[in-house]
């Protein structure tokens, strides 16, 4: 039997980003403060807006470069990662990220990520392995890294990342969805928090 790997995102399933996309968008961009706190919501209106999809790309670079360290972690996620050491279930972190931004300040994007992981506590407790942890140029390469590392579930909350043509068809499909209604039903189940996500793996761990 193979043993147990669960592969996590980073941005929006590790790291939590709350209002820094809006503050950014607001005070660099002048994006309306009405526009509602939500990714998806600022997104629409920059690729509705002139500046369109260029400055929406810049906007993400600076959330995930100069301005990650607002991020905060994800609730219950490092008591999920306590459990899966304590279950001898491995993990890997595997993130869509370039090293650069397309556009705007030229920042380590990548050395941004690594810098917060290791302000969570994460190494220093083992609970991920700095080399199970891999910052991939394009979706493609994601899928091709959870494939690598022998994954039998990922956790993501993009669904176009679990509905990708190349996903492997063998790995289990969680995805993190705040807020979202439940599911166990699907080929993709949806969990609303880690504690959830815990709880599902607990379940398979005793059966």
């Known amino acids: ?3 147990a790997r669960i592969g996590l995102d980073l941005d929006g399933t590790i790291a939590l980003y709350g209002d820094v996309f809006h503050r950014c968008a607001t005070t660099h961009f002048a994006m309306p403060a009405q526009v509602p706190v939500d990714k998806s919501a600022i997104r629409q209106w920059f690729l509705g807006s002139a500046a369109g999809h260029m400055a929406w790309t810049e906007l993400q670079g600076l959330v995930y470069g100069p301005h990650m360290g607002s991020a905060k972690i994800a609730p219950g996620l490092t008591a999920f990662l306590r459990f899966c ?3 001898s279930i491995a993990i890997s972190v595997i993130s869509h990220k370039t090293q650069f931004a397309e556009r705007g300040p030229r920042f ?3 050395q941004s990520a690594w810098d917060w992981l290791g302000r969570q506590g994460l190494f220093d407790e083992g609970l991920v392995d700095r080399s199970r942890v891999f910052f991939e140029p394009d ?3 994601k ?3 959870i494939a ?3 994954c039998t579930a990922f956790v993501d909350d993009l669904e176009e990342v679990l509905t990708h043509e190349s996903f492997p068809i063998d790995v289990e ?3 993190y969805a705040p ?3 439940e599911s166990l039903s699907g080929k993709i189940k949806i969990l609303s928090d880690w504690d959830r996500v815990k709880a599902f793996f607990q379940r398979r761990a005793q059966g």
């Open 1 to 3: 039997m193979q043993p």
């Open 85 to 87: 050491r304590a279950e």
């Open 108 to 110: 380590d994007l990548h």
């Open 139 to 141: 979706r493609d390469a």
């Open 143 to 145: 899928v091709a890294r």
């Open 148 to 150: 690598a590392e022998g």
């Open 173 to 175: 499909r969680i995805l």
């Open 179 to 181: 807020g979202r209604v």
